[in-house]
């Protein structure tokens, strides 16, 4: 295609030059006017020549290849994810921007699932939407996931990243932490959290990790910490059809008070895909070749984001989503933004059906370490957005932090440092053998 335009390029500048040629020669009229209407369709099929190159540009998307167990695990991540936002909305007021990542609340809690037994295991299952889905499958679904996302589109970044920091003094199961590197790729490191520059390794780690749009996820170690399990996303998609910044105007902006506000619009005409019902209008715009979108939803005049948000299950996404259509020359009118979110999620994690795993005594996380009573102390989510003329850029941060109970084990006690022994009558107490153990040897 490329070589075929240059060519009617070429061939148009040929008949260019030979027509002014000819004329001032005044040769052939008759070929002149032929090589005028030459010279004519050349240049109008040109532009359309060109258009087919640019569409060329834009392969589409690259289909995701998942197994029927990864297509399970996303309908459970999404029927979770739309549960959390819910919950996270109702939760604040109604003039806080909120943004939640599903995926990344999803890959935080899967490690810590890991560790889980008993009926906490039981209720992570049930607040993710993991029943009938194995451990193996859970995690070998994950694995697949995320190396499938990632490098779909040349266009499109996203990166994906996990870590577990633990306190260095305490022992963590090897299983554990061999599953999460293996499907999760989990970066593990121990760290002496006496030592204020962990907290500084952490949120270097989680700065790295999301391009500097989340520098901190954690504000202090407590005491009674032993584990950090962290997931972090960033995303920067570009527009497959960008806005012209020059375009970009002051518009009012309706709160949901009444009151209006000036804010900067893009403008932009193009072909979109399109959807409305009773409920709301929305718009699909595409980053790069189509892997990835935005879907805007704007209410209708009558309704409300709740409303909107209150109809939001699995099957109606999906029959909304079968429900877009191209529709061709659509004015577009988009606010450009850019805002922070952060919320602890243990609340609202607790009424989704997690309640025990935030309870100390009652919490089951035996498979991490068996010895001691582990709850989990916070969830912290993070996110950030931009979205401007160019595309979008996007990260989020999940913490989850294991605590101890308290400081001494439950029913273990380990003689595994220098110890003493004394060896007494019992009756009057006194002391027939006292001893040291420097190290433990068998010596003939």
Request: with cysteine; charged share 20%.
């Amino acid at each position: 295609m490329v070589a075929l335009i240059y060519s009617l390029k070429k061939t148009a500048y040929i008949l260019l030059c030979y027509w002014i040629t000819e004329e001032k020669n005044h040769i052939n009229r008759y070929a002149m006017k032929t090589l005028i209407k030459l010279f004519i369709l050349v240049l109008l099929f040109l532009p359309v020549m060109q258009s087919c190159e640019k569409a060329s540009d834009n392969p589409g998307p690259t289909p995701l290849e998942l197994t029927p167990k990864s297509k399970m695990l996303i309908q459970a991540d999404n029927a979770f994810g739309l549960e959390l936002f819910r919950e996270v909305v109702d939760s604040e007021e109604d003039t806080k921007n909120i943004m939640v990542s599903p995926l990344s609340v999803s890959l935080a809690l899967a490690m810590t699932y890991n560790g889980a037994d008993g009926t906490t295991r039981e209720a992570m299952e049930e607040t993710l939407h993991l029943s009938g889905l194995t451990v193996d499958e859970i995690n070998n679904s994950y694995k697949n996931l995320i190396h499938a996302m990632i490098s779909l589109d040349p266009k499109v970044t996203l990166e994906i990243a996990n870590s577990i920091w633990y306190r260095d003094n305490f022992y963590v199961e090897p299983d554990f932490l061999d599953i999460n590197q293996t499907y999760y790729d989990a970066e593990v490191s121990p760290l002496d959290f006496t030592d204020p520059t962990s907290l500084e390794i952490i949120n270097d780690w989680v700065a790295e990790n999301t391009n500097d749009k989340i520098t901190k996820i954690l504000d202090e170690i407590d005491p009674l910490d032993v584990m950090f399990l962290i997931n972090a996303i960033y995303f920067k998609g570009i527009w497959t059809y960008q806005f012209d910044p020059e375009l970009t105007t002051d518009l009012s902006f309706y709160l949901a008070n009444g009151t209006t506000e000036e804010v900067p619009f893009m403008i932009m005409e193009a072909d979109m895909m399109y959807y409305m019902n009773d409920l709301f209008e929305a718009i699909e715009l595409p980053y790069g070749k189509g892997n990835y979108s935005m879907v805007v939803m704007v209410p209708c005049s009558d309704k409300t984001t709740g409303d909107v948000i209150d109809q939001m299950t699995s099957e109606n996404l999906d029959s909304w989503f079968n429900g877009f259509y191209l529709r061709e020359g659509l004015k577009i009118h988009l606010p450009s933004f850019r805002f922070e979110y952060e919320k602890s999620l243990n609340e609202i994690l607790s009424t989704l059906g997690m309640a025990v795993a935030f309870s100390p005594g009652e919490a089951d996380f035996s498979k991490i370490n068996p010895f001691y009573e582990l709850f989990i102390s916070e969830v912290k989510h993070k996110t950030f957005v931009e979205v401007n003329e160019e595309g979008t850029e996007a990260a989020a941060v999940t913490s989850v932090t294991i605590s101890l109970t308290s400081i001494e084990p439950s029913n273990l006690f380990e003689a595994n440092r220098p110890f003493l022994f004394l060896i007494k009558e019992n009756t009057s107490n006194a002391l027939i053998f006292m001893g040291k153990v420097a190290l433990p040897v068998i010596e003939d």
